[in-house]
Each structure stands twice: as C-alpha cells, then as structure tokens.
C-alpha cells in the first residue's frame, strides 16, 4: 500500500484553480519532493493532504485514510511543519518540546525519551532553557522539525522548510530528512529551492496548479533536455542574452544569477559550432562557455518555455 494517494484532488478558490486534477502517489519510507514556483499550489495541495483544507473535488488517503470521510484520522498519523516555524519563540526549548509532546498524547516515559532525541538532533543539548526566539535559524529549524515528528508519525509533510536559511544549515537539514527516510519515514517536501530535488528519491513539478513532469531527479534531466546546456560567463549577462534572443541562433535562453544558460535547439548545429560562433560574434563580451549538464532548474524553465 502506498503511504500516499492522491486521486484527482482539486481546489478552487472562487473562480481562481489553485490546484487542478492532480493524481501521484507516494511509497513508504519515501522522500518526495513537490516543486515549483511560488503561487505553484504546493502549500495548498499539503494543506489539503494534512486534512487542514477541504478540497473543492477528488481526494487522497494518507496512511490509508482519506483527507474527506478521516481527517481527523490523517491528522493524528502525521507530524506537519508549516511553512513558517511553528515554535513559539517565548518558551524555551524544553518547553516547546514538551508542548508538542502533549498535544501528541505521549506519556512521560515516551516524551522523556523522545526530549532526549529531539535535543540531540537539533544540536541542544545542555540548551534546554534556551529561548527559541534567541536560537540561529538553523537551529531553530531543526528543533521545529524534531516536534513536528516527536510522536514518530509515519509521515511528515515539510511546508517550505528551508526557506529563509543559509546553505550550510539547508545541507544539514537534508541530512536529518534522509535519517528519518532511513527510519521508514515517509517525507513529503515542498520546496521552490530546485537544486534541493537532487536529495529526493521522486519529485513532482508544479506549475499554476497543474503537473508538468515527475519522475526520479536523473530521470527528468535526462528525458526533456537531450543536450548540454551551454553555461555563458560574459562582463553584461543581460545585455549579452537581448543579443542573443534577437539573432539566428536557436534555442532557449535564461538568466541564472550572473550567468547565461543556453540550450541549443535539437537537430540544428552541434555546441562546438555554436560554441564558435557566439566567441566570434560577441569577443567584445569576453565570454567564457562550458558544457554543463542540465540541471532541475533548467528542466523547469524549459518546460514553461514550452508551455507558454
């Protein structure tokens, strides 16, 4: 039995789709990955799957109880961690874990075992007294993961979870999901952080409501771009890539901080000959190109090109 199964769940909001007919499903001990822009539907659909949101049409059962007839149920099966932290920064650390320890139902023997393990993977221990409102980003995040699974549900769902934090604490987060995978947890993760994909066993892209792709991260890279991407370093990115938009070469083009990402269209010319003629026609732009292989990010960009 899957942990998870959604089945053509749908949410409108007055004439606005926030999600529209999307049907996966999710294996135990898995961790998922559910992508997207901001404004995609991801809060929405976990909302929905944690049996906080009803929806306007389908369903899903989650643990094997269904989101319409036990929410009730669903709710008590799962730990949840909200897109903001859900601690409460005027108790001490103790004191949180001990709060979301009694809203769980554990008895003083379960909590004290468990206050140990949550003080342990949040980097606490000796710390109990500690404000939680005082404690580095990180930190704090981890602390609020270990209460949203305290009761050992056999499913999580992260809302966001990373958001806001620096990539050495993103890294080391990750760290502790893929400890809770190997517990037989399922984790369900919504992120807009694509290159966080790559920790996932399998990802959904989503897209103003709708499924674009799934698959295992390789899997995606591999199927929707079938060519390297030409990485291009040049002194004006912007002014370089208006250039290049307007001129014979063709293919998709996008910005990546500093940097221009370009896919050249299948079928037309090889990169080596591309690769010549973009140094031959901008050297004024001191350009300097490498092959790359393709990345989530430029998967989710290709996709909405082709779409839109």
């Known amino acids: ?12 909001f007055g004439d606005f789709i926030s999600v529209d007919d999307v049907s996966f ?47 009730e149920k669903v709710k008590a099966n799962i ?26 139902g554990l008895n003083k023997k379960e909590l004290d075992e468990r206050k140990k393990w949550a003080m342990q993977v949040s980097f606490l221990e000796g710390k109990e007294k500690t404000l939680t ?12 993961l270990a209460t949203a699974v305290i009761h050992r549900p056999g499913i999580v769902f ?32 919504t992120t807009h952080y694509l290159e966080e994909a790559e920790y996932c066993a399998n990802i959904i892209l989503i897209n103003a409501g709708k499924i674009i792709a799934e698959g295992t991260p390789t899997a995606l890279k591999q199927n929707y771009i079938k060519s390297k991407v030409l990485e291009i ?32 269209e ?13 140094r031959s026609t901008y050297k004024e732009y001191d350009l300097k190109i490498t092959e790359i292989v393709p990345s989530l990010e430029d998967v989710f960009i290709h996709l909405i090109e082709k779409k839109y």
Not at 1 to 12: C, F, R
Not at 39 to 63: H, N, Q
Not at 174 to 182: A, G, R, T
Not at 241 to 247: F, K
Request: hydrophobic share 40%; charged share 20%.
């Open 25 to 71: 499903s999710i294996a135990q001990g898995e961790i998922f990955g559910f992508l997207g822009a901001n404004g995609a539907g991801k809060s929405t659909t976990i909302k929905m799957l944690c049996g906080l949101l009803e929806p306007t049409s389908g369903d899903a059962r989650v643990g094997g109880y269904s989101i319409i007839s036990d929410p």
């Open 79 to 104: 730990g949840y961690m909200s897109q903001k932290f859900s601690l409460y920064n005027d108790l001490s650390v103790e004191e949180n874990i001990n709060f979301f320890g009694g809203v769980y």
């Open 266 to 278: 299948s079928n037309t010319v090889s990169s080596n000959e591309t690769i010549a003629w973009l």
């Open 233 to 264: 370093e040049a002194k004006d990115s912007i002014e370089l890539m208006s250039l290049i938009e307007s001129s014979q070469l063709k293919g998709e083009i996008s910005i990546f901080g500093e940097k221009i990402h370009f896919i050249p």
């Open 133 to 144: 409102g005082s404690l580095p980003g990180g930190i704090k995040q981890r602390l609020a």
């Open 158 to 189: 992260l809302d966001e979870p990373t958001s806001g934090v620096d990539p050495i604490s993103r890294r080391a987060f990750w760290e502790l999901i893929n400890s809770l995978s190997e517990e037989g947890i399922t984790v369900f993760v």
């Open 1 to 12: 039995m899957s942990a998870i199964e959604v089945i053509k769940l749908t949410k409108k």
